[in-house]
């Protein structure tokens, strides 16, 4: 077994992964800020059902609810209010416990229409597929091992950013997110923290020429395709 091969296919799953949360989970489906085709839509959410089995609509109303209480009682996961730590090594169950409840997935997605893969029954465990396509590459053991560790990266990425982006970095705007430009670079941009909820619904999350949001050149490239449209961009860039 090549061990540096299938790490690069690991972190390059991983990559896409990641792609696929800021473009169409977090961009298109939560903010609107900009409309996808169809099948590009279907294919990220095919890909999001196969390697973490999140259900869109239910990371939509998580993450709405955090804006609706950003580091206020009633944030899902909050470091100034429950501690760093806690969000660093706990994300993935304060997000599963507010995921569960149908309370907020109905009070925060009632525009969510779903799609063909929604439809499927118990599409949460489309992990098994992802499973599956590791174990042909990398054979029973190691493919599963490959596969794992891919989720427990994207969980810790995710937790870097609900964390670390509201506790530690700098700030261009007057809001208690924050922005660590080498979290932004394993998150397509979304280590941009602070930009993002200065300007939620835009695009693009880089307002200075020192960062770097890797979805957006993503973006204009599926926009020059006829694959996308842009539908808001910030009002302003920061000083």
Not at 127 to 152: K, S
Not at 186 to 211: I, V
């Amino acid at each position: 077994m090549n061990l540096l091969w299938m790490s690069l296919v690991t972190f390059g799953v991983l990559q896409v992964t990641v792609f696929c949360t800021t473009i169409y989970l977090h961009r298109s489906l939560t903010h609107r800020s900009l409309e996808l085709h169809p099948a590009v839509a279907f294919l990220m959410h095919l890909h999001l059902m196969a390697f973490t089995g999140l259900i869109p609509r239910q990371w939509v109303a998580v993450h709405r609810k955090h804006h609706h209480f950003s580091d206020q009682e009633g944030d899902p996961h909050s470091p100034l209010l429950v501690g760093l730590w806690r969000i660093l090594l706990g994300n993935y169950f304060y997000y599963r416990k507010e995921a569960a409840n149908p309370a907020t997935v109905r009070k925060y997605t009632p525009d969510y229409k779903p799609d063909l893969l929604d439809r499927i029954p118990h599409n949460g465990y489309g992990i098994v597929l992802g499973y599956g396509i590791f174990m042909l590459m990398f054979g029973p053991a190691w493919g599963a091992a490959a596969m794992t560790a891919q989720m427990i990266l994207y969980v810790l990425l995710s937790a870097s950013i609900n964390g670390l982006c509201h506790q530690v970095g700098y700030r261009n705007f007057d809001n208690t997110a924050t922005n660590l430009v080498w979290v932004a670079l394993l998150t397509g941009g979304e280590g941009l923290h602070n930009n993002h909820h200065e300007f939620p619904t835009s695009a693009r999350f880089s307002q200075k020429a020192r960062e770097i949001d890797l979805a957006w050149p993503v973006i204009r490239l599926l926009e020059s395709a006829g694959l996308a449209k842009v539908k808001r961009l910030p009002a302003a860039k920061a000083a």
